[in-house]
């Protein structure tokens, strides 16, 4: 199953964010731009950080946001977002972080279909420091593979 699209409006490059909270709702606003999610799912993802930790922060520098399905995703959806400067999100190995990708998806299943997707794309050591200095929105569409908008 390839990954939904990433769309040029779902990708944020050199975001300014104070804290965590403010990352994620920057990869949030990317799903609502792009017609993936309301902003009830931005909340949903904070709150997820909040019970469970930094268990998001996948990788050293990278955080996949994500919440459970529901009535808020309101399609697949995939966003991208570089941070201007990096933020920690309290994970004892992986802070800080420079690069979220954030996933809105409508049903469990394809869930980790598209999070095994992801860990194809991330197996390349040197993607999340390419997309970290990512300078255009198309570049970053590039290394997902999808160039359409």
């Known amino acids: ?3 939904p699209h990433l769309p040029l409006d779902a990708i944020t490059i050199g975001a300014h ?11 949030g606003d990317a799903l609502v731009r792009s017609g993936a999610a309301t902003s009830a799912y931005t909340e949903r993802m904070i709150e997820v950080i909040r019970e469970f930790g930094a268990y998001i922060v996948i990788a050293p520098g990278l955080a996949l946001a994500h919440a459970r399905p529901g009535a ?3 399609m697949d959806g995939l966003c991208v977002v570089t941070l201007a400067e990096p933020v920690a999100f309290g994970h004892p190995h992986n802070d800080p972080v420079s690069v979220i990708v954030g996933l809105a998806v409508t049903s469990a299943d394809d869930h980790l ?4 997707e992801l860990a194809n794309v991330f197996n390349d050591p040197t993607v999340i420091p390419a997309l970290a200095g ?3 929105a198309e570049f970053v569409q590039s ?3 999808t160039t359409a908008s």
């Open 143 to 145: 290394v997902f593979g």
């Open 1 to 3: 199953m390839p990954l």
């Open 113 to 116: 279909q598209f999070v095994a």
């Open 72 to 74: 808020d995703v309101l």
């Open 134 to 136: 990512a300078t255009t």
């Open 17 to 27: 964010a104070d804290g965590w909270p403010a990352a994620i709702t920057a990869a």
